[in-house]
C-alpha cells in the first residue's frame, strides 16, 4: 500500500500558475505509475494527466494539452503538476493516484489504485 499526500493548491486568477505536489510513502515509488484526477462539485472524478515509472510514457486529456505539464523525482518520492494558462473550468478538487505500472494504460479511470486526500485549486474569473 502507497501512502499519497497532495499540496500545492490555492486561489489563482485566470491566466495564472499552481504547481501540485504528492508525496508518496510506504511501498516502492518506482514501482507505481502516477496520475492526477480532478473533481468539480456535483461532478465525476476525471482523469487529467498521468506518468509511468520510469516517466517515459505520459498521457494527457485532451482539456489540459498543452496547459499541465506531469513530472515526477523517484529520489524524491514525488510527483508534480504544473499548471500554466489556468481557467475557471479548471476548478476543482484535485487528487493524486497511485497504481501499478503495468496498470498505466488503465489510468484514465478512476477504477483503481491509490488515493490522496485531495487540494483545492481555484481559478477565480
Known amino acids: 500500500q502507497v501512502h499519497l499526500v497532495e499540496s500545492g493548491g490555492g486561489l489563482v486568477q485566470t491566466g495564472g500558475s499552481l504547481r501540485l505536489s504528492c508525496a508518496a510513502s510506504?511501498?516502492?515509488?518506482?514501482?507505481?505509475?502516477m496520475g492526477w484526477f480532478r473533481q468539480a462539485p456535483g461532478e465525476e472524478r476525471e482523469f487529467v494527466t498521468a506518468?509511468?515509472?520510469?516517466?517515459?510514457?505520459?498521457y494527457y486529456a485532451d482539456s489540459v494539452k498543452g496547459r499541465f505539464t506531469i513530472s515526477r523525482d523517484n529520489a524524491k518520492n514525488t510527483v508534480y503538476l504544473q499548471m500554466n494558462s489556468l481557467k475557471p473550468e479548471d476548478t476543482a478538487v484535485y487528487y493524486c493516484?497511485?497504481?501499478?505500472?503495468?496498470?498505466?494504460?488503465?489510468?484514465?479511470?478512476?477504477?483503481?489504485?491509490?488515493w490522496g486526500q485531495g487540494t483545492q485549486v481555484t481559478v477565480s474569473s
Open positions: 493516484n497511485a497504481r501499478p505500472d503495468v496498470m498505466i494504460e488503465t489510468m484514465r479511470t478512476a477504477r483503481f489504485g491509490s
Open positions: 506518468i509511468s515509472s520510469s516517466g517515459d510514457t505520459i
Open positions: 510506504g511501498r516502492t515509488f518506482n514501482y507505481y505509475a
